[in-house]
């Protein structure tokens, strides 16, 4: 008798394992789905990351071309032996920061501004503006027609120029 009662006892536990091995046989097979999973929203997240990343750097290097244009060409202006070198002087030193990182002559402006004139009058003040369009990378040239993808980046340098200039 006690050994039926036992029997009895465990047949609600082997049903209950019976049923599990049952159902895991029906399920369908997850082995490897989480690691494919993975790899796509990796690579669904990375993307926009990566995008954003050369894009912040395309900008910092067009804040980097305009101010070093600024300060290298108002240096070169104000250095300049005469009034009327000085201005090719300034262009020319902005052109070679604009081209160090990269940006055309067609991207980038110089003006110049003289507070008195002639600009070398003595403790005159000249500002040195430059300004550069920066291009947002691996944009089609057809979508920038319809939308404007440009980031203008200014900056402006004053110098005054020196008391006993001779």
Same mark, same amino acid.
């Given at each position: 008798? =006690?050994?039926?009662?036992?029997? +009895?006892?465990? @047949?609600?536990?082997?049903?209950?394992?019976?049923?599990?091995?049952? !159902?895991?046989?029906?399920?369908? !097979?997850?082995?490897? =789905? !989480?690691?494919?999973? %993975?790899? $796509?929203?990796? @690579?669904?997240?990375?993307?926009?990351?990566?995008?954003?990343?050369?894009? #912040?750097?395309?900008?910092?290097?067009?804040?980097?071309?305009? &101010?070093?244009? !600024?300060?290298?060409?108002?240096?070169? %202006?104000? &250095?300049?032996?005469?009034?009327? =070198?000085?201005?090719?002087?300034?262009?020319?030193?902005?052109?070679?920061? $604009? &081209?160090?990182?990269? $940006? *055309?002559?067609?991207?980038?402006?110089?003006?110049?501004?003289?507070?008195?004139?002639?600009?070398?009058?003595?403790?005159?003040?000249?500002?040195?503006?430059? *300004?550069? *369009?920066?291009?947002?990378?691996?944009?089609? =040239? %057809?979508?920038?027609? @319809?939308?404007? +993808?440009? #980031?203008?980046?200014?900056?402006?340098?004053?110098?005054?120029?020196?008391?006993?200039?001779?």
């Amino acid at each position: 008798m =006690s050994r039926l009662r036992h029997c +009895l006892a465990s @047949v609600p536990h082997r049903l209950r394992r019976l049923r599990q091995r049952l !159902a895991a046989a029906d399920a369908p !097979a997850q082995e490897g =789905s !989480a690691i494919v999973e %993975f790899v $796509f929203l990796g @690579v669904l997240m990375l993307v926009p990351l990566i995008y954003l990343t050369l894009m #912040v750097a395309r900008v910092q290097a067009g804040s980097y071309a305009a &101010t070093q244009a !600024a300060r290298e060409a108002s240096r070169a %202006f104000v &250095t300049a032996a005469s009034e009327d =070198s000085a201005s090719g002087r300034a262009q020319a030193a902005a052109a070679i920061a $604009f &081209t160090d990182q990269g $940006f *055309t002559g067609d991207q980038a402006t110089l003006a110049i501004s003289c507070a008195a004139s002639p600009c070398f009058t003595p403790e005159a003040k000249v500002e040195m503006s430059t *300004t550069v *369009t920066v291009p947002l990378p691996l944009i089609p =040239s %057809f979508a920038r027609d @319809v939308i404007p +993808l440009d #980031v203008p980046v200014s900056a402006t340098q004053v110098v005054t120029i020196e008391r006993f200039r001779g």
